[in-house]
């Protein structure tokens, strides 16, 4: 299985302030079709979760372009430029290059100073 | 709208059996696979399995922690995945999702359903 490790477990932001998430795995999600499986998510307080970014740094439809993602092979980054009190949650990175399982980070909790 | 709702969550005793349903609308159900999730009290996201749609063969794969005793089932008549839970453990106690889609992109998930195993 492809483990799927995040940085920090939490973060405090000021908002407007800058966030960044990091997500490593243990296998490289490049795909010999090109694309690489790494996919981001947000769950809210009492929501399911909602995609943020796909193949490592494209936007869901309606995702501020203050969400923006990076990386290749093993090490991927979320950053949020000016994070807003709606970005309150747990970040998931996910992989789908290898399956079963789909596996999960375990999530980093974002919250507002 | 599209929208999946998830039903048949409970209170359930070790051992026993449980079948969650995922109604979805609003969009062709066929075209779609079908995954489930769940998120145990306080916890982080297991990805359950999911079912491959009519063309792709129909076919499920599942976790191992759930194999054996899990099935994933979908009607295209009625637009229901259905999950099966057999032989049901404490540590099968969480929330569970369904999910359009199989793999990275999953952009539709319903509001979950709560399964307690507990005697």
């Known amino acids: 299985d492809i483990v799927m490790t995040q940085a920090p477990l939490s973060l405090s932001v000021t908002p407007g302030q800058p966030a960044s998430i990091s997500c490593k795995s243990s296998q490289s999600l490049l795909h010999s079709d090109g694309k690489t499986y790494l996919y981001w998510y947000l769950q809210k307080p009492g929501q399911p979760p909602q995609l943020l970014i796909y193949?490592?740094?494209n936007r869901f439809s309606g995702v501020p372009d203050r969400f923006s993602g990076s990386g290749s092979g093993t090490d991927f980054t979320l950053k949020i430029s000016r994070v807003e009190a709606e970005d309150v949650g747990v970040y998931y990175c996910m992989q789908s290059i290898q399956l079963p399982p789909l596996t999960f980070g375990g999530g980093t909790k974002v919250e507002i100073k | 709208e599209v929208q999946l709702v998830e039903s048949g969550g409970g209170l359930v005793q070790p051992g026993r059996s449980l079948r969650l349903s995922c109604t979805a609308s609003?969009?062709?159900?066929?075209?779609?696979?079908m995954s489930w999730f769940r998120q145990a009290p306080g916890k982080g996201l297991e990805w359950v399995g999911f079912?491959?749609?009519?063309?792709?063969?129909?076919?499920?794969e599942y976790a191992a922690s759930v194999k054996g005793r899990f099935t994933i089932l979908r009607d295209e008549f009625k637009s229901i995945a259905y999950l099966q839970m057999n032989n049901l453990k404490s540590e099968d106690t969480a929330l569970y999702y369904c999910?359009?889609?199989?793999?990275?992109?999953?952009?539709?998930w319903g509001q979950g359903t709560m399964v307690t195993v507990s005697s």
């Open positions: 193949e490592v740094s």
């Open positions: 609003g969009f062709t159900f066929g075209d779609h696979g």
């Open positions: 999910c359009r889609g199989l793999l990275g992109g999953l952009e539709i």
């Open positions: 079912v491959r749609s009519k063309a792709y063969g129909g076919t499920a």
